[in-house]
Nanobody, 120 residues
Framework: QVQLVESGGGLVQPGGSLRLSCAAS????????MGWYRQAPGKQRELVAT???????NYADSVKGRFTISRDNAKNAVYLQMNSLKPEDTAVYYC??????????????WGQGTQVTVSS
C-alpha cells in the first residue's frame, strides 16, 4: 500500500508565499516522476510542475518564474515553493507520484489534496 500525504496549504494574500510538501510512504521500491497538479472550482485538473528522479523539471507557463519544484529522494518527498501568489492560483493542489511498489508494477498515486486560497 502506497500513500501520499500533503501539507502546507492555507490562506495567503496576493504576492505572498506558501510551501507545499508531500511525502510518499508504504511499501515502495522506487519512485519515478513526482509532481503537483491543481484544480480550481469549475475547472479541470491541470499540471503545475513535475520533477523526475534525476531532477529534471517541467512547469506550466502560468507558474514559471514564480513556483519551484524540488524533491528529496531519500525521504520520498516532493515540495512546491510558491512565490508571488495570485488569486488565480487558488485551487486544491494534488501531489502525484509514479511509484513502483515492492513486488508490483509502476502505478500512478495521488494525495488527498490541499487547499490553497489567495485572497486579500
Amino acid at each position: 500500500q502506497v500513500q501520499l500525504v500533503e501539507s502546507g496549504g492555507g490562506l495567503v494574500q496576493p504576492g505572498g508565499s506558501l510551501r507545499l510538501s508531500c511525502a510518499a510512504s508504504g511499501s515502495i521500491f522506487s519512485i519515478n516522476a513526482m509532481g503537483w497538479y491543481r484544480q480550481a472550482p469549475g475547472k479541470q485538473r491541470e499540471l503545475v510542475a513535475t520533477i523526475t528522479s534525476g531532477g529534471s523539471t517541467n512547469y506550466a507557463d502560468s507558474v514559471k518564474g514564480r513556483f519551484t519544484i524540488s524533491r528529496d529522494n531519500a525521504k520520498n518527498a516532493v515540495y512546491l515553493q510558491m512565490n508571488s501568489l495570485k488569486p488565480e492560483d487558488t485551487a486544491v493542489y494534488y501531489c502525484y507520484a509514479a511509484v513502483r511498489p515492492r513486488g508490483g508494477a509502476f502505478g500512478s498515486y495521488w494525495g488527498q489534496g490541499t487547499q490553497v486560497t489567495v485572497s486579500s
